[in-house]
């Protein structure tokens, strides 16, 4: 018997009985002889509890974490200070242990939470109406362009190439099923994008256009210009955002945006090398009803009292099927509950600071690494600069456990010389001078 | 009552009703660069105006409202909770722990590689553990839940028959299929058709044959299927499918029957998905986090989605772990990095928990359980009311139907399911599969004890008592819930989808 | 009711009752070393015949058992508590954090300092701040909670008089003071003599000239007292205490009130106590642990515990932090190791978290509360029936008496307390101190925020008027929690403190 | 205002209003302004939560925790695998942050927990009441010289050199306040507690007797024959035990001792750097009414129904006040907790299997060490031996992250090269194999 059963001999036998069957085998009769398994998996045997531990954390120990370098790295997901009451309320049974809250009356916490975060949600972005989430940030590009086929009929996808690569990756990808097609639109020299490009790439038969605020490489778009060009023909206009700079940052629902969707990691989640992390989705009013995903809504009970359920189920696939609205079932409660106590822990006042604290220090480091700005332009937690031995650069920074940022080469041959540099409240003055002292200090030659 | 309470009307509260002008829980760090005005730094046009309305509150009231909210939830941890298709097992707190190691929790997913080996290490074990339940030799872990899974599942499918020039526009799925399965046909840009159930809850093999002809891409099954019935004919199923040029797709949510005793592979599936969050023990966290990897054969292998992690170098301990972002034919990417590491590591910690013997063991006691509860409810004063849908040996779930009570006891499935919720127990998943009327799908999982199966037995019987001599007092049930039974028309009538201030 | 609620009636179980022969929550370690039998590794005469009837319970269900029983418990996440004297202000959460890192819970007490000097310094820094915050310059941080630390102080006082060769019997304590203050007094070997309360609710001076004797040791005084009052003669007791050679102990216990304001050394006293465990945001646990650090002037200093942490070296960051065991006139250990280590953690980072300025503004929030609800409790609907004790501006706590209810109503102030439980707030430390009649002793502490207080009057205000209407209703409650009222002496009469099989 | 207050300038004001007061200072307008402090108090100022984070982290990483080296070290506590259970059941709220359990109707979670925990100390020790916890080891020694003080009024203790030093030290710290007096027995040439000794040192006015099993050495003491001299002349027989090894050992209640006592670290508790942990203390029936510190108790609600509650207070400080049988108040009930979670983690079997290995890896490790051995005789979890080059071990151990284990000079200079083995589960045969290359490798000599 393993730790996590309770079956013993006596329970065997006495249920063996009441079954009517003389073993467990015979409970497997209906599988083909010829398609079972003839043989014991080849796994090795399992472990005691603290043999486990140990293997896991040997593993873990030839990863190096956040805390164990002084770390630029960020395209996408970003190094925040989560506060300690979030690892408390997440451990509790009562919120990781649930289902989706399919019985409200026993899951009023579940649903409050989600009625809570859909609301923060719409504040962030300036739409009124947000799920409780989708997968994570690039998946839910994706789920914006499949309510834009719904919604508009067209086949057309036009997207900036400010948006995160991963987001334009995942784009291509279901376009594929959803039979649509992506154009993408350049940037211009200043790392921004590209307006007339993109006005000229959006015609009769384009269903969307993305941006994404601040674009991949940090710059602050000129959403409402993007946002007016895109719309033009009907399109539907989608920004990409990082939430945590939409505290400072002129709401994309206030400038024309209809469905501002993200990546939420940076909502008081862990960095978990890419994931669990959630996916946010809002969209003006009359989307409600093509929304992907969760939507909890305030009602009341027999008696009158206030409470939550799951509303608008008739969008889902398991009451709609082929003709829901997406087909996602399981999304991301548990981080988005994460998200929304993030939120509120910051607070009205807390969120502007911490995204002033962010955008003074990336300003602050864009001009002490004293190098060619890719995007000179207004920046809030990141940018982009040309680094003449970047190599070097890597080189000289991991030696002292220092990580440089993000290598833009890969995914933009264009800056086969860029390097892409974070900033979030954990990377202090000192640790930007400290890159700045690695810039400077060429290979072989003394600072 | 409400005299003896007096916090019985309490009403609900959101945090934002909370807030009061001034409080705060978070201190910022001190700014150590130049207060340069943010209007120097912003174009005006992109600055916000109004700060967002989040709540201003203390964090001692901060933690209160959370954890007073969190009491309101029935969970895992409190008791049994039997929701067929969900695989409600134990979620073991050690995997937490292994999760939240720096090493793995603190680890940014675009680190280089050489830095996370430990991380791309235990990807790649898993990646391995996993063919090897589903017989399946090349896994993705990318996708994200499992009906993403069943995404990519019908994306490779795409991308395989395209690759051989062939143009395909249908997908079958049974008439029990769970509902993912059909909104994912559409959203991967294919025609569903139904394929009906045979009298002993497989599919119907003629109806199969009719339909599968070659413009049909994929049958996505689930085996045991959604009646917690195995399809004795899974061969014959996978030929006629085969035969058609189709692919035959795995939908893993039920895999919790079967592990160590028969693979998907072996069966003639091509792809399969899993969902850890089911069989291996990731906590369902209200609705999510999930992970739903995909396993497929020799054939499907080259249209993976990227980025893959591969082992380079030799088997001694010399071999360094990569990521493959270099896959010509691959269908790309479905999501940012590469997948929900953290799940990963959770459910890896499990299968080593477990290993061969344990896992196996798993199924056995998942199959054993749901029989003997079965048998349990099917004993007179029960059955009567609530008769299994399909009569026989079932696999880690069974289905009832709540035909009997609806006629002779005037309570619905919904009735016993709502007045399950005053004895403190979770109701099985109601109302589905379709093709049940008033079904309950009852999932128990290995981890309940005898004790409980035969406590839920117990209330059964209690609730159709009650339901016999006061239908009204089950029909008007909860009771003792935070609150009772909700307008969830109204809600949907006008969607009221967050709070104004 | 009990037809609406089935579960309304469940027993409680034990863990031990839960057990069945064969279940299994742990695995063992693969056994790695020859397998010896166990008989020819241990003599006869000591090997145990049976083993311990501990519980057999998988995992899954031994989780359950204790999550089921937290949830029976009131706690300080949930809502209000203004337990007088306990000081149970919100936890945070971030102590939990630092203290939870490898480097503090899994370090080894007899770690060689030079690989322990993160600890020691955390230490030596806890000892500056408390030291500084007492306004006395030594520190141990050696006591395990407040009444350890109070022995601690007396075993000094005995030391410091021994060493001058005085001979003391005696100790005084007022009528007012804590429980532990007299039983200590006893265990140090001591004589209790009690000191009257003045009309004001301070120490009676006349009672204290006549009783400080030479043969008096100390005296042992919470300032502000036990009725939350401030004392103002403090300066004339102390001069008083002095003057007979005795020393004046400080029950740092009332801490809360004075951080940053005013400080015990400086008012004259020896010795202090801290409870890190109510002023310095140790979660009480339910009962410990809690920590009893103590403080003392110049002249105590030498009989201080062994071993005490001091810094060798300059002050410019090349200083060393030792454990100094070479103490010749020291009083030993009171216990093993350094103490409480992990709760100096939490203390300390608390003391950073506030720093001088909201280490102040706690006091200054904690007497403002305290104010603010005495003044709600005085309106008329209350203050007829739970007169405050001592019509004082107060500190951090206050006291009223039940006197009127009983008289008027006929409800006892434990009924009242009783019934607050079915209004979910804690009520107050009831029947002390001991010479208010009827006492209801409040401290709401700083962490509250106006509305709880005003929830707190208004829940009050509810059930005196519950009272006046029905006082059989106040008297029989409570009615909503896990159980009602219990048979405590029928538990001290036939005591049953274990399960047997 | 701080993170932890919620007093808006709002609130201030009204209730300011509400009291009649101008502003805060007058509430202190009792404290002569003679005593009042004049200046700020001189501490830092306070610091975000992210600020006191990282300076606390930076603090623990300078201190070489019991994961960061193999390490040997006993004497008292030991490195043992605490289930990850523990960790998520101690950090609810419902357990981590209630007081001492004052109403019972809202506290039968803590008080159940206490009685549960009650049961399995009585079963470990074999006797039949057990408190519900004390503050740790020692003091747990030194509360049963009180009880023994109390119940006898002599004035003599009789103290094995096995007892822990620190017992030892707190047992004679405490005396002195009991008006008592110790007496220590010397340890045979094997290092157990000498029986002729002992029986020579107690007298009449003997009030208890106090052993340790297994002893400081590690030594399974004969504990029948102890008791037995022991009690001659009616003195109590105190015997601080490792409740790990209660779960091989024959319990101290079959053999004539009155008083078990003990440290319960090993039980699901942390390191911790020596606290917070807890001491157990059970005792014969006869001393119900003189035990110190809570003690929970069964009993039926006005319903009938079945409830727990803190039972026999007139024993306790609080009711009793300077006739209390001890002064504890609060004690350690959450690191108790840990310990029936632990205890019931283990099961009856597992408590076993757990004594066993430890017992078998603890002799293979004697062997191995192929040192002199202090005590030869039979040990469970510890022993000491003498190593020739003490300070050359630890300098080439040191250099390899591995901790030999504790040097006995300064507490027995009779053992001036005695060197303490602890082992536990953690300890594998390779960790032991390493220890003894450690050993075998003198200083400059290749092994
Ligand atoms: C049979 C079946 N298929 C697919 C799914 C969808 O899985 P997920 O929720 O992980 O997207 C479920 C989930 O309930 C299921 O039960
Ligand atoms: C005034 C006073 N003194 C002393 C104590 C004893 O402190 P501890 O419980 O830490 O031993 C208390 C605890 O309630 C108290 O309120």
């Given at each position: 018997?393993?730790?996590?059963?309770?079956?013993?001999?006596?329970?065997?036998?006495?249920?063996?009985?009441?079954?009517?069957?003389?073993?467990?085998?015979?409970?497997?009769?209906?599988?083909?002889?010829?398609?079972?398994?003839?043989?014991?998996?080849?796994?090795?045997?399992?472990?005691?509890?603290?043999?486990?531990?140990?293997?896991?954390?040997?593993?873990?120990?030839?990863?190096?974490?956040?805390?164990?370098?002084?770390?630029?790295?960020?395209?996408?997901?970003?190094?925040?200070?989560?506060?300690?009451?979030?690892?408390?309320?997440?451990?509790?049974?009562?919120?990781?242990?649930?289902?989706?809250?399919?019985?409200?009356?026993?899951?009023?916490?579940?649903?409050?939470?989600?009625?809570?975060?859909?609301?923060?949600?719409?504040?962030?972005?300036?739409?009124?109406?947000?799920?409780?989430?989708?997968?994570?940030?690039?998946?839910?590009?994706?789920?914006?362009?499949?309510?834009?086929?719904?919604?508009?009929?067209?086949?057309?996808?036009?997207?900036?190439?400010?948006?995160?690569?991963?987001?334009?990756?995942?784009?291509?990808?279901?376009?594929?099923?959803?039979?649509?097609?992506?154009?993408?639109?350049?940037?211009?020299?200043?790392?921004?994008?590209?307006?007339?490009?993109?006005?000229?790439?959006?015609?009769?038969?384009?269903?969307?256009?993305?941006?994404?605020?601040?674009?991949?490489?940090?710059?602050?778009?000129?959403?409402?210009?993007?946002?007016?060009?895109?719309?033009?023909?009907?399109?539907?206009?989608?920004?990409?955002?990082?939430?945590?700079?939409?505290?400072?940052?002129?709401?994309?629902?206030?400038?024309?945006?209809?469905?501002?969707?993200?990546?939420?990691?940076?909502?008081?989640?862990?960095?978990?090398?890419?994931?669990?992390?959630?996916?946010?989705?809002?969209?003006?009013?009359?989307?409600?009803?093509?929304?992907?995903?969760?939507?909890?809504?305030?009602?009341?009970?027999?008696?009158?009292?206030?409470?939550?359920?799951?509303?608008?189920?008739?969008?889902?696939?398991?009451?709609?099927?082929?003709?829901?609205?997406?087909?996602?079932?399981?999304?991301?409660?548990?981080?988005?509950?994460?998200?929304?106590?993030?939120?509120?822990?910051?607070?009205?006042?807390?969120?502007?600071?911490?995204?002033?604290?962010?955008?003074?220090?990336?300003?602050?480091?864009?001009?002490?690494?004293?190098?060619?700005?890719?995007?000179?332009?207004?920046?809030?937690?990141?940018?982009?600069?040309?680094?003449?031995?970047?190599?070097?650069?890597?080189?000289?920074?991991?030696?002292?456990?220092?990580?440089?940022?993000?290598?833009?080469?890969?995914?933009?041959?264009?800056?086969?010389?860029?390097?892409?540099?974070?900033?979030?409240?954990?990377?202090?003055?000192?640790?930007?001078?400290?890159?700045?002292?690695?810039?400077r200090e060429r290979a072989g030659v003394a600072a | 009552m409400t005299e003896?309470?007096?916090?019985?009307?309490?009403?609900?509260?959101?945090?934002?009703?909370?807030?009061?002008?001034?409080?705060?829980?978070?201190?910022?760090?001190?700014?150590?660069?130049?207060?340069?005005?943010?209007?120097?730094?912003?174009?005006?046009?992109?600055?916000?105006?109004?700060?967002?309305?989040?709540?201003?509150?203390?964090?001692?009231?901060?933690?209160?409202?959370?954890?007073?909210?969190?009491?309101?939830?029935?969970?895992?941890?409190?008791?049994?909770?039997?929701?067929?298709?969900?695989?409600?097992?134990?979620?073991?707190?050690?995997?937490?722990?292994?999760?939240?190691?720096?090493?793995?929790?603190?680890?940014?997913?675009?680190?280089?590689?050489?830095?996370?080996?430990?991380?791309?290490?235990?990807?790649?074990?898993?990646?391995?553990?996993?063919?090897?339940?589903?017989?399946?030799?090349?896994?993705?872990?990318?996708?994200?839940?499992?009906?993403?899974?069943?995404?990519?599942?019908?994306?490779?499918?795409?991308?395989?028959?395209?690759?051989?020039?062939?143009?395909?526009?249908?997908?079958?799925?049974?008439?029990?299929?769970?509902?993912?399965?059909?909104?994912?046909?559409?959203?991967?840009?294919?025609?569903?058709?139904?394929?009906?159930?045979?009298?002993?809850?497989?599919?119907?093999?003629?109806?199969?044959?009719?339909?599968?002809?070659?413009?049909?891409?994929?049958?996505?099954?689930?085996?045991?299927?959604?009646?917690?019935?195995?399809?004795?004919?899974?061969?014959?199923?996978?030929?006629?499918?085969?035969?058609?040029?189709?692919?035959?797709?795995?939908?893993?949510?039920?895999?919790?029957?079967?592990?160590?005793?028969?693979?998907?592979?072996?069966?003639?599936?091509?792809?399969?998905?899993?969902?850890?969050?089911?069989?291996?023990?990731?906590?369902?966290?209200?609705?999510?986090?999930?992970?739903?990897?995909?396993?497929?054969?020799?054939?499907?292998?080259?249209?993976?989605?990227?980025?893959?992690?591969?082992?380079?170098?030799?088997?001694?301990?010399?071999g360094r772990f990569v990521l493959d972002h270099d896959r010509p034919k691959?269908?790309?990417?479905?999501?940012?990095?590469?997948?929900?590491?953290?799940?990963?590591?959770?459910?890896?910690?499990?299968?080593?928990?477990?290993?061969?013997?344990?896992?196996?063991?798993?199924?056995?006691?998942?199959?054993?359980?749901?029989?003997?509860?079965?048998?349990?409810?099917?004993?007179?004063?029960?059955?009567?009311?609530?008769?299994?849908?399909?009569?026989?040996?079932?696999?880690?779930?069974?289905?009832?139907?709540?035909?009997?009570?609806?006629?002779?006891?005037?309570?619905?499935?919904?009735?016993?399911?709502?007045?399950?919720?005053?004895?403190?127990?979770?109701?099985?998943?109601?109302?589905?599969?379709?093709?049940?009327?008033?079904?309950?799908?009852?999932?128990?999982?290995?981890?309940?004890?005898?004790?409980?199966?035969?406590?839920?037995?117990?209330?059964?019987?209690?609730?159709?008592?009650?339901?016999?001599?006061?239908?009204?007092?089950?029909?008007?049930?909860?009771?003792?819930?935070?609150?009772?039974?909700?307008?969830?028309?109204?809600?949907?009538?006008?969607?009221?989808?967050?709070?104004?201030?």
């Amino acid at each position: 018997m393993s730790r996590y059963t309770s079956i013993t001999e006596q329970d065997l036998e006495a249920m063996l009985g009441a079954i009517g069957v003389g073993s467990v085998e015979e409970l497997f009769a209906d599988i083909p002889e010829s398609v079972r398994l003839d043989r014991e998996i080849d796994l090795p045997p399992g472990l005691s509890e603290q043999e486990v531990y140990e293997h896991l954390a040997a593993l873990a120990a030839r990863n190096r974490h956040a805390d164990a370098e002084v770390g630029f790295l960020g395209a996408g997901m970003y190094d925040h200070y989560v506060p300690a009451l979030i690892d408390n309320l997440l451990s509790r049974s009562e919120f990781l242990t649930p289902y989706t809250p399919y019985q409200p009356e026993i899951s009023q916490g579940g649903l409050q939470v989600m009625f809570e975060f859909q609301t923060a949600i719409s504040e962030l972005t300036g739409l009124p109406v947000s799920n409780a989430s989708v997968y994570e940030g690039p998946s839910a590009v994706a789920a914006a362009a499949y309510l834009a086929k719904l919604e508009t009929r067209r086949t057309k996808l036009v997207a900036s190439r400010g948006l995160h690569p991963h987001s334009r990756a995942a784009l291509a990808t279901h376009a594929v099923g959803y039979g649509m097609e992506v154009e993408e639109v350049a940037l211009t020299g200043e790392g921004a994008t590209d307006l007339e490009a993109l006005a000229a790439a959006v015609d009769d038969d384009t269903a969307a256009v993305f941006v994404q605020q601040p674009n991949f490489l940090g710059t602050v778009e000129e959403l409402g210009e993007l946002a007016e060009a895109g719309r033009r023909t009907g399109a539907l206009v989608v920004c990409a955002a990082d939430p945590l700079a939409l505290g400072i940052l002129k709401p994309p629902g206030e400038q024309g945006v209809d469905i501002c969707v993200g990546e939420g990691q940076t909502l008081g989640n862990r960095l978990d090398f890419g994931g669990p992390s959630f996916g946010f989705f809002a969209a003006a009013e009359r989307f409600l009803r093509k929304m992907p995903g969760r939507i909890a809504g305030e009602t009341r009970d027999v008696d009158g009292r206030r409470g939550f359920v799951l509303t608008l189920q008739t969008r889902e696939q398991h009451i709609r099927r082929e003709k829901a609205t997406h087909n996602i079932c399981t999304a991301q409660a548990l981080n988005a509950l994460a998200g929304v106590v993030y939120l509120s822990w910051l607070g009205k006042r807390g969120l502007v600071e911490l995204a002033e604290l962010m955008l003074r220090r990336t300003h602050y480091a864009r001009e002490a690494l004293g190098l060619e700005a890719i995007n000179p332009g207004p920046v809030v937690r990141e940018f982009a600069v040309r680094v003449p031995d970047l190599d070097g650069l890597f080189e000289r920074a991991r030696a002292e456990r220092v990580n440089p940022g993000y290598r833009l080469g890969r995914d933009y041959p264009e800056y086969e010389d860029g390097l892409l540099v974070a900033i979030t409240e954990r990377r202090t003055r000192d640790d930007i001078d400290r890159l700045a002292r690695l810039v400077r200090e060429r290979a072989g030659v003394a600072a | 009552m409400t005299e003896l309470d007096p916090r019985a009307r309490d009403e609900a509260v959101t945090i934002f009703e909370r807030s009061r002008a001034g409080r705060r829980a978070f201190v910022p760090p001190v700014t150590d660069v130049p207060e340069v005005p943010v209007s120097e730094l912003l174009p005006a046009s992109q600055l916000r105006e109004r700060p967002a309305e989040l709540p201003e509150i203390s964090e001692p009231e901060l933690v209160r409202h959370y954890v007073t909210l969190s009491s309101k939830n029935f969970h895992l941890d409190e008791g049994f909770y039997p929701l067929g298709s969900c695989t409600m097992k134990h979620n073991p707190k050690l995997n937490e722990r292994v999760a939240a190691l720096p090493g793995n929790a603190r680890l940014h997913p675009l680190q280089d590689p050489e830095y996370a080996q430990g991380a791309l290490e235990l990807m790649w074990r898993l990646q391995g553990a996993l063919a090897e339940i589903a017989g399946l030799p090349h896994v993705s872990l990318q996708p994200s839940a499992g009906s993403h899974g069943e995404l990519a599942g019908l994306l490779l499918t795409r991308a395989y028959h395209e690759e051989r020039g062939e143009r395909k526009t249908k997908v079958l799925t049974p008439d029990t299929a769970h509902g993912t399965n059909p909104a994912t046909v559409t959203m991967a840009g294919y025609q569903v058709v139904k394929v009906g159930t045979a009298p002993d809850g497989g599919v119907d093999l003629d109806d199969l044959r009719a339909k599968a002809t070659d413009d049909v891409a994929c049958l996505m099954l689930t085996n045991p299927n959604t009646l917690g019935l195995f399809d004795r004919n899974i061969e014959e199923i996978a030929r006629i499918v085969h035969e058609a040029g189709a692919t035959l797709y795995y939908d893993g949510a039920n895999l919790n029957a079967i592990m160590g005793i028969a693979r998907p592979g072996d069966m003639g599936f091509d792809i399969v998905h899993y969902n850890l969050h089911k069989t291996f023990t990731q906590p369902h966290g209200g609705g999510g986090p999930g992970a739903g990897p995909i396993a497929v054969s020799d054939r499907i292998e080259p249209f993976l989605p990227t980025p893959q992690v591969l082992r380079r170098g030799g088997d001694n301990g010399a071999g360094r772990f990569v990521l493959d972002h270099d896959r010509p034919k691959s269908i790309g990417k479905l999501r940012g990095f590469q997948g929900n590491f953290g799940v990963f590591v959770r459910s890896y910690a499990y299968i080593r928990s477990l290993g061969a013997d344990g896992l196996k063991d798993a199924s056995q006691v998942a199959v054993l359980n749901a029989n003997y509860l079965k048998a349990r409810l099917a004993e007179p004063g029960i059955a009567e009311y609530l008769p299994i849908a399909f009569d026989r040996t079932c696999m880690h779930e069974f289905v009832l139907s709540g035909r009997g009570a609806k006629e002779k006891l005037g309570v619905r499935t919904l009735d016993i399911a709502k007045r399950m919720l005053d004895y403190r127990v979770h109701p099985p998943t109601v109302y589905f599969p379709l093709l049940v009327d008033e079904a309950l799908m009852i999932e128990p999982t290995e981890t309940e004890p005898r004790e409980r199966l035969d406590e839920f037995a117990d209330i059964v019987r209690a609730i159709l008592e009650e339901a016999a001599e006061d239908p009204e007092l089950v029909r008007n049930a909860p009771y003792t819930t935070p609150v009772r039974r909700l307008d969830e028309a109204a809600a949907a009538k006008r969607p009221v989808v967050r709070w104004w201030p």
